[in-house]
């Protein structure tokens, strides 16, 4: 029995002939007809109401380049130049606010239309339509995976970007008197959170030279024994670094877990509230507020 | 490798360099506690600030420190320890406890001043 001619055992490029003729074929064929076959898929695109965050000049000019980077997948088999590609247009698009399905469609789309402008040209031959459908599928299969993958990269790394700003910003270590610091800390801890917030709190301590740290957990809700436990460790370096850590704010839930963990509370400064900790902070420190008139 | 220890009047201070070996830390706790008696010192501060490491060894090794120059009724102070090694210290669970300590020089001697005038 004859081998089947042209048949790509694997979606590697291969050196031998008959697939890579067939593809400078194809290749051939959707540049020749570029602007019928690239108008036709954004008429479908905007059928199937996707990309609805673009205008239709918006639209057109990026499936201009994506038809064309499309294309040149296809001819060079570079992947890793459309990854770039689409981790660049991901990285325009994604604040317009398009999803992933969107992404994933349009470039099935653009797969769809191409494979009918292939049925149309090959109808009359069976046999070459199938061996070109043999080395366009793998090939557009490969393209949808690639431009997904890297669109869905894009987006973790936006993510990651956005949690890691969102930790920095509700961390401040801020000074209120000479040698005085308050850590206010509002919202969910996590551990690796809370391992930026020792780090930091060292830190400050160091460049302010403080004395003494008010860290204030009035605003957070719960915390698990791993957490409690970075409480504990950020009080004792703090220590190591000569500053005194009172500890305010502590709900019942979390002073149950503390108790639980084992806590040894005679190591640890706690006061009810932040004006308290702040007050007790003061004597510490050899401070006496005193008022000396109403306010006005 | 030789710790440098200097007489600032009843205070001793050993500057600790980088990588101080075990052998290093036995002959200093055994030469830091004869310094004390012969200068009949108050007080020790050991300056740590060139670490930028401290394992389980060495910390204990200040702590016996501690322990000993107490015994002659002498206070110590550690101080220098850098945030990094102070956060990776904790996570090993060494603690140095019952060891006073204190940002840098400056403040372990103000530290010291304070205890002295308060136990004059």
Redesign the interface.
Known sequence: MPRREGTPTSLEPKQTEEPSELLRELVAHLRQNRTQLREEWVVRITETRLLTAMTKEEIFAEATSVYDSYVEALETEAFEALQAYARNLSERIIPRGVETHEVVGIVLLLRDVLARSLFAKYQNDFKKLNRILDAYEPAANRIANTVAVGFVQERERVIRQQQEAIRELSTPVLQVRERLLILPIIGVIDPQRARQL??QL??G??TN?A?VVVIDITGVAAMDLTVANNLV??V????????TVIVTGLSPEIAQTLVTIGVDLGKMNTVGDLQGGIEQAERLLGYKVEKLAEPR | MEVPILKQGAVLIATFQAALSDADLNQLRMGLVQQVVKFRSRAVIVDVTAMDVMDSFASRTLREIAHMIRLRGAETV??G????V??A???LGL??EGVA???DLE?GLA?LNEKFKTTN
């Open positions: 020792t780090e060292l830190r301590i160091r030279r004395k460790q950020t004792e370096a703090s220590r190591l670094l000569g500053a | 550690i101080v320890i850098q945030p990094e102070a956060f210290m904790v996570q603690t140095l300590t204190a940002l403040e530290y």
